[in-house]
């Protein structure tokens, strides 16, 4: 692995340890993790980077902990993230609802394999796209990006913890098998040209504090422990103050405020790749590893003289309905090919309202869906 | 002022959050006082305590005192300790937890939390069973003892929290009990002082949903129960087992000084600064 990287300069690097990169150059300070293919490297290029930094690696003893010393590390100060796969994941879920209530920033990243249950350790899937949005229980908002090269692996995880920081959430990085393992030559970015965001701290006398506050971005500023700003935080819904209520009158504005505070940040949350899509009658939507082989579809079939476009979705969730409404309403039919049995092709669906026909093309199989598949099926469109 | 009432506006969180949710004669109340005492003799600020709890009617804890206070999910609390204590060192971070909380649906966190030995204080309520869910039986329910999923009688055997933290490598491991308040407010001073994994096992009283199931009576005849069945650890090491059957020790069951995590850590941090710098 590679113990130094040279920023500027080309590197071969995979797409799990541009992530670490990415993480590092976001000031990520804290990483828990819980070993797990196809997310190991994940861990072990932290556990190397971090402790030179002045930051912490530490392996607990499952998910579950990751996710509760992630949270805790974020709460005393540090930009904290944890890495896994589906299984992991799965257990993930009850703190990350924790998370979501208590506006606790954090990454979580979830190179998907092939599932249910152990599945298939060793190949690549898309079939937490749901799990990702719906996995914990109860309403709350998140944020779901999907990752398709290495070098999105650096930016999307730069992005990941900025998202985290200014919205006081958990971010969800999807990756997959492919992405995670395919070496590529990249050129990180210096320093200098990248955006860091840092959380927003109470400014005001201590006593004066209201933790959780409304105001108009609906984020409240977060005091660390040890800080000086004291309260209390907990996984109840709760009050301005942090206290667990069961008001009406508390309970409504604060779920609301939750979910404001996503919806109202809608563009700058949302980020996707147009490609030909200006004149296009055949749309393919595609995300994460998949969205690779599609562009060169849409390339493929342009030459054949299909008028082909791709749009190629960052942000899962919020899902990006604006974006795709108008090409909804103007293009005579959709392609949506994915590795599960049609996951986001069920939201595209479920957005089109019988605008245009929406084609599905699934595998399960724990291989990738190749450039020429798709290229068939545009043709046959 | 009196001494108590100084206290309680020293650290409670008295015109906000109270009454609180506990039961009236509940032994909760007595593990608060404790700790509050504790913690001012300690002389540690508001600012550098971190209160940590799980879930169960003592995870409703900290929200009564004025700390950096973290109500966590059920049975994970020493996870969010461990990365509140790793990302800021200088913090004191004790968390409280139900038998249930720790032993149960925590039971790994809180082995591994043992072996790890990261300076943390865990005091562990002990009532022997679920209070907030109503009376179900816990891993320290006694055998033979009534629980709303055992009404036919628990045939499961139970825990020794205590020594349950011994084996698993806690550097100061101590039993008290609500009876003995005086002695549980030093017990709890000491772990909080101890640099390293400490973990204070509290005996207590659920009344409502242990004590009256099982015929224990109420508040007054369970601390009188704690009063007779306990043992100074000193003095049992002059009993005989015979003396001592039906009995449970009490005092410090273990206090050793191992490497800290958080000591440890720097070494590696160190190491891997030297390793980088010779990369460059
Ligand atoms: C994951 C999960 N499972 C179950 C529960 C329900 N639950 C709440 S408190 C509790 C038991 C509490 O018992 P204990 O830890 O002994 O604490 P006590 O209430 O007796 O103080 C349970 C099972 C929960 N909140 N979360
Ligand atoms: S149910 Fe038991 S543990 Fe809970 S408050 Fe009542 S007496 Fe205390």
């Known amino acids: 692995m590679n113990d130094q990287i040279k920023l500027g300069r080309p590197v071969l690097l995979q797409g799990n340890e541009a992530m670490v990169e990415g993480a590092l150059a976001a000031g990520c300070s804290f990483f828990a993790g819980y070993p797990i293919t196809p997310a190991t490297e994940i861990s072990e290029a932290m556990s190397v980077k971090l402790p030179a930094l002045g930051g912490t690696f530490i392996q607990m003893e499952d998910e579950i902990a990751s996710m509760g010393a992630v949270i805790g590390a974020s709460l005393a100060g540090a930009k904290s993230m944890t890495a896994t796969s589906g299984p992991g994941f799965s257990l993930m879920q009850e703190n990350l609802g924790f998370a979501c209530v208590a506006e606790v920033p954090c ?4 190179v998907m394999r092939g ?13 937490d796209v749901m799990q990702a949005r719906w996995g914990t229980h109860g309403d709350h908002p998140i944020i779901v990006l999907a990752v398709s090269t290495t070098r999105d692996c650096f930016d999307i995880t730069v992005k990941a913890f900025n998202l985290a920081e200014k919205y006081r959430t958990p971010v969800v990085i999807l990756s997959d098998e492919v992405v995670a393992h395919t070496r590529e030559k990249i050129s990180l970015p210096h320093p200098g040209e990248i955006e860091v965001i840092d959380r927003i701290r109470p400014n005001m ?6 933790p959780y506050e409304d105001n108009s971005r609906g984020v409240p500023p977060m005091g660390i422990f040890g800080d000086g700003y004291r309260y209390h935080v907990t996984g109840l819904i709760h009050d301005v103050r942090g206290f667990p209520t069961q008001r009406r009158d508390e309970i409504v504005p604060f779920v609301n405020r939750i979910f404001r505070k996503i919806n109202q940040y809608f563009f700058d949350i949302l980020m996707v790749k147009e490609e030909l899509t200006d004149d296009a009658d055949h749309l393919v939507v595609a995300y994460g590893s998949v969205a690779r082989s599609a562009r060169r579809a849409v390339r493929e079939a342009r030459e054949r003289g299909v008028k082909a476009g791709l749009i190629q979705l960052i942000t899962l969730w919020p899902f990006p309905r604006q974006i795709m409404e108008p090409y909804l309403r103007r293009v005579k039919a959709v392609l949506v090919p994915e590795l599960n049995m049609g996951q986001v092709s069920r939201e595209v669906k479920r957005i089109n309202q019988g605008m245009t026909r929406v084609e599905t093309l699934n595998r399960i199989d724990g291989t990738l869906i190749t450039p020429d598949e798709i290229l068939v099926r545009l043709i046959k469109m | 002022m009196a001494e108590i009432t100084k206290l309680i506006h020293k650290y409670l969180r008295h015109e906000k959050k109270f009454p609180h949710v506990w039961c009236p004669g509940c032994g909760n109340g007595i593990v608060l006082g404790s700790l509050i005492r504790a913690i001012d003799k300690t002389g540690l600020t508001k600012d550098e305590v971190v209160l940590v709890s799980g879930i169960g009617c003592s995870g409703r804890l900290p929200v009564y005192v004025d700390f950096n206070t973290l109500h966590t999910t059920h049975g994970r609390a020493l996870t969010f300790a461990t990365g509140v204590k790793l990302a800021n060192p200088s913090l004191q971070v004790i968390v409280i937890m139900g038998d249930g909380d720790a032993t149960a649906i925590g039971g790994n966190h809180f082995i591994h939390a043992a072996r790890r030995n990261l300076n943390l204080t865990a005091i562990i309520l002990n009532n022997n069973i679920y209070g907030m869910t109503g009376g179900q039986y ?24 205590a020594e349950l933290a011994v084996t698993a490598g806690a550097s100061m491991v101590a039993r008290g009990t609500v009876y003995h308040a005086n002695m549980l407010d030093g017990l709890i001073e000491k772990a909080i002082r101890k640099r390293g994994f400490a973990v204070v096992e509290v005996v207590t009283h659920c009344h409502t949903q242990y004590g009256r199931r099982n015929n224990l009576g109420g508040p007054v005849e369970m601390l009188r129960w704690q009063k007779e069945t306990a043992v100074r650890v000193e003095k049992a090491q002059k009993m005989t087992p015979e003396e001592l059957e039906g009995k449970f020790t009490i005092g410090i069951l273990v206090d050793r000084d191992l490497p800290i995590y958080t000591q440890e850590y720097q070494k590696i941090r160190e190491t891997a600064k030297a390793r980088m710098a010779k990369a460059r």
């Open chain 1, 115 to 127: 599932g249910p249950s152990t599945g298939l350790p060793t190949n690549v899937s898309q079939g």
């Open chain 2, 138 to 161: 816990s891993p320290t329910t006694p055998y033979g003892a009534l629980a709303t999923t055992a009404i036919y009688r628990n045939i499961e055997h139970s825990f020794s929290i």
């Open chain 1, 205 to 210: 006398p201590p006593d004066w504090y209201i």
């Open chain 1, 107 to 110: 990454v979580v990243v979830n």
